[in-house]
């Protein structure tokens, strides 16, 4: 339709989109597209190889571009909205998309892992059932393990769920973190439910994990209604102009913003969309079964990717959208960073599984990070980007070693088959350990430095209390990374005990890696924490 006046120009403006500078998704998005092509076309001989390489090429040139786009500028003086007001290029979106892109890469290496169980007729096999769709233990699942089938179609997914976490922590409205939000979740779902070995498990953990996390959307949908519905926008920065009381008044506002029960509880019931995806207490209920169920390097690849782009919109949420009102949130904050950090390091006391053990440790540094939320300031912002950083390589790094302990059955997970490892494999055992520190949160590792500088922020910023349970907390903690490190190199191994496998190059690089990354983020943080720092400023 024609408007009336010009005749000739559309009555409906094109939207303008700064394509170069969504650039990372779009790579990533784009190799999906062509991943799942690949699926369609190619033989099934040649898509392995072909899927790990088109993952791999998306993932890096994704994180080129991160680079390019920081090197540019867009992370500090350049920063802006994009695609009409949706997006948002600053320093913390640019820095998160970073490190779950390098995450990505990583996890995706220790998919394609096929050297840590015998051939079956010449053909490797890997963590991923042979054919997802087969029942599990019937017929045609032997034949297509006989066959030397393999689920490739992970890679894709993979690829779908970086897109939607690059876009999450960006998203400069709700309906675009919502979107983004499942985007990166169904992919999830799917690829909790494919592990080869224990497949009803991993079934059923899929199972749980859709169902809490259909929950979760659920009420981040219904509270962005109701932040509408008080606000008249989803804008994160219209929002909280709106709460300021510095934007234009209409008759609606004049009505809606006299009573603020929409507004507190369409906060309420967003924070609980994102508060299920950090796995915080009392919403931390899926964690330890979906990580134990899930194939190890998804958990892995879960761990650190979902938990670092949640963290990315829990920021940009509060931070963005509802400064004016951190008095009504902080309270509920403090509570819940109280509860996950001493329920997370409790309950891991308990555990007897490594992946569960593991699994409660997610829980208690995602308390850990949200004492760096509370700070309010700039300096929270910086550390909990640090600390994000420093928990996903480390995460990774400690999944990929669990991985490489097998008996029979696969995977040995029972913290007894451990005993003697470091006798078995001291090199391999020496490794664990180190992670395990880091968790703990020792000198000279990357953990120490995180948990420093979160703890710094926090009492700054008033919450000393907050950080007097974050360290009782890291106490209780570090017991249970100490048992097990006790348990590796002070007690005698099982005659029939779990063999240690040969990892690929694939599998090793991961690992070292994480090596790399904790040892050098805990003597040599200084670069990184002024990266950080640099990088703490939302765009409004």
């Known amino acids: 339709m024609l408007a009336a006046a010009g005749g000739n120009s559309p009555s409906i403006p094109a939207p303008h989109i700064e394509y170069g500078q969504l650039s990372p998704m779009l790579v990533v998005f784009g190799a999906a597209l062509v991943g799942i092509l690949a699926e369609a076309f190619l033989p099934r001989r040649l898509r392995a190889a072909a899927q790990l390489g088109i993952s791999l090429v998306g ?321 929270g912002v910086a550390a909990v980007l640090f600390y994000l950083l420093a928990y996903s390589f480390v995460t990774l790094g400690a999944f990929a070693v669990v991985t490489l302990v097998r008996d029979s059955k696969g995977e040995a997970t029972h913290l007894s088959s451990w005993a003697g490892l470091g006798r078995r494999s001291p090199l391999l055992a020496a490794v664990f350990a180190l992670f395990l520190l880091a968790f703990a949160g020792i000198p000279l590792t990357s953990g120490f430095t995180g948990k420093f500088a979160v703890f710094q922020a926090a009492a700054g910023g008033g919450a000393t209390p907050l950080v007097i349970v974050g360290v009782l907390s890291s106490a209780i903690a570090a017991f249970f990374y100490i048992r097990v490190i006790v348990l590796m190199f002070f007690s005698d191994p099982q005659p029939s005990g779990p063999a240690v496998a040969v990892p690929s190059t694939l599998t090793a690089t991961t690992i070292a890696f994480g090596v790399l990354v904790t040892l050098g983020l805990g003597l040599l943080p200084q670069y990184f924490l002024d990266l950080a720092t640099k990088a703490s400023v939302f765009i409004r």
């Not at 090197?71 to 998160?96: E, K, N, Y």
């Not at 029942?135 to 689920?151: D, F, H, I, K, S």
């Not at 299920?276 to 964690?287: D, R």
């Open 59 to 379: 993932l890096v040139g994704g994180f080129v571009a991160v680079v390019v786009l920081a090197a540019q500028g867009h992370a500090s003086t350049r920063a802006g909205l994009l695609a009409m007001g949706s997006v948002a290029i600053d320093g913390p979106a640019l820095f998160l998309q970073g490190v779950i892109l390098l995450t990505a890469v990583l996890a995706v290496l220790t998919y394609a892992e096929g050297r840590l169980e015998p051939r079956i007729n010449g053909h490797r096999i890997d963590a991923f059932a042979a054919q997802a769709a087969a029942v599990p233990g019937g017929e045609q699942e032997r034949e297509a393990t006989r066959e030397g089938l393999r689920t490739t179609e992970i890679y894709p997914l993979t690829l779908f769920a970086v897109g939607g976490m690059l876009l999450f922590p960006a998203s400069n409205d709700l309906l675009t973190m919502f979107v983004a939000l499942e985007v990166l979740s169904l992919p999830l779902y799917l690829m909790c439910a494919i592990a080869r070995r224990r497949r009803l498990l991993s079934q059923e953990a899929a199972v749980k994990y859709f169902l809490l996390g259909a929950f979760a959307s659920a009420f981040f949908l219904f509270g962005t209604a109701l932040v509408y519905g008080y606000a008249g926008t989803l804008r994160l920065g219209e929002i909280a102009d709106v709460v300021a009381g510095t934007a234009p008044v209409t008759p609606a506002l004049a009505v809606t913003t006299q009573n603020d029960a929409l507004l507190l509880i369409g906060l309420a019931m967003l924070a609980v969309g994102l508060l299920f995806k950090v796995g915080a207490v009392p919403f931390h209920s899926w964690t330890p079964d979906v990580y134990q169920g899930a194939p190890t390097p998804v958990s892995g690849f879960m761990a650190a990717a979902t938990k670092t782009a949640a963290f990315g919109a829990l920021l940009r949420l509060f931070y963005v959208a509802f400064p004016g009102i951190r008095w009504d949130w902080r309270p509920v904050m403090w509570g819940v960073a109280i509860l996950t950090m001493v329920v997370g390091s409790i309950l891991a006391v308990t555990q007897q599984d490594v992946k569960r053990l593991l699994a409660y440790s997610s829980v208690a540094h995602a308390g850990f990070i949200l004492t760096g939320l509370i700070a309010t300031d700039r300096r």
